[in-house]
């Protein structure tokens, strides 16, 4: 977070985005692209059920007994 990144546009219209003296991967999307509401509600039960998966692994963790040496 709180990464800055250069962009450059060619006279030709091509955009390179530069970050820390590298050029970073970059591809163009259809502006026109349509999403289909299936996907979206999908992801949103991926979310929560990461979110859920991530609050069982802390709650496991914590209630073990932690042995140093």
């Known amino acids: 977070m709180g990464k800055h990144v250069t962009l450059y546009e060619t006279e030709d219209g091509g955009v390179s985005i530069v970050h820390d003296g590298h050029e970073l991967s970059a591809r163009a999307?259809?502006?026109?692209?349509?999403?289909?509401?299936?996907?979206?509600?999908?992801?949103?039960?991926?979310?929560?059920?990461?979110?859920?998966?991530?609050?069982?692994?802390?709650?496991r963790d914590d209630s073990r007994p932690y042995f140093t040496l």
């Open 29 to 59: 999307f259809h502006k026109e692209g349509h999403v289909h509401q299936a996907v979206i509600v999908e992801n949103k039960l991926l979310g929560a059920a990461l979110r859920y998966a991530k609050q069982m692994q802390q709650e």
